[in-house]
């Protein structure tokens, strides 16, 4: 059996939404942005001995993704787990055209949508020669996630699978908030105390994401495809994983006689998105 037979049939009602015919024009866009920002980017601003000021663009990008992530969030609530009649045992794919089952398909598209235009955070980070940013656990994310909504979105726009979507939007809600403060300038820089509490989130939410996934994998006769709970659970074990030795490096290490200091946490590396 291939893992093709594994899959249910794809949504009809996002056939026609863009990049949705095929999986081929996401898989291009990653192709484009590993070898075009990551690879190619750092050799041209590894030449440079400065990088590009890009205060005002990254103020605009990160109060964008601050409301983008906050409406996201809000979709995901009212169209599902709050007022929208989910609830955390077997919650199937509604694949009517009802208003709150297609409300429910359209935001997982436009989190699809957010996974692509987060590729810019890497963008950002080699314009401004950010280069120690540009970690494996940076990379990874930003590649794994827009092909793994595009499977989900096609297959699966609605029900379990998004539980961890709508963890993750109120994140990244807190997250830009964050990095919107820091690009502010050193003026607003008594307001991002909170940077270590940000992680302890980012890993709560994997907590969460893995328990839940594990709970609803126990449930017989559930009519949610396993193959898609099985994925959410292989990627928050491994962002679990890599989060808590981040953690674990940053803020637990002693680094003098005088106590333990925290090793200064890298703007992004830390808060990297799941």
């Not at 964008?64 to 409406?71: A, I, K, T």
């Not at 940000?198 to 006769?221: E, G, M």
Request: proline letters at 5%.
């Amino acid at each position: 059996m291939q893992i093709v037979d594994l899959l249910p049939e794809g949504d009809p009602r996002v056939e026609n939404w863009g990049l949705m015919d095929s999986p081929a024009p996401t898989f291009l866009i990653v192709l484009a942005y590993l070898l075009v920002v990551v690879w190619w980017g750092r050799k041209v601003m590894a030449r440079r001995t400065t990088g590009f000021s890009l205060q005002p663009l990254m103020l605009v990008y990160n109060f964008c993704m601050v409301l983008f992530s906050g409406w996201l969030w809000y979709e995901f609530c009212v169209a599902g787990w709050f007022g929208g009649g989910y609830t955390l045992g077997c919650q199937p794919v509604d694949r009517s055209r009802k208003p709150k089952a297609y409300r429910m398909a359209r935001v997982c598209w436009f989190f699809f949508i957010s996974k692509l235009v987060e590729l810019l955070d890497t963008a950002f980070f080699i314009a401004r020669r950010k280069f120690d940013q540009v970690s494996f656990l940076h990379v990874f994310h930003h590649a794994i996630m827009p092909v793994s909504w595009w499977f989900g979105v096609k297959y699966v726009p609605g029900g379990i699978s998004t539980f961890h979507a709508m963890l993750n939007c109120f994140i990244h809600l807190l997250m830009y908030t964050y990095y919107g403060l820091a690009a502010a300038g050193p003026k607003f820089r008594r307001y991002i105390w909170w940077k270590k509490y940000l992680t302890t989130a980012q890993i709560i939410q994997f907590v969460v994401t893995i328990l839940h996934s594990v709970y609803t994998l126990s449930l017989r006769d559930c009519n949610y495809p396993k193959l898609f709970n099985y994925w959410i659970l292989s990627y928050a074990l491994i962002f679990l994983v890599l989060f808590a030795n981040f953690y674990s490096r940053a803020y637990n290490k002693s680094m003098s006689v005088a106590g333990i200091h925290p090793i200064p946490m890298q703007d992004r590396l830390g808060c990297k998105r799941d």
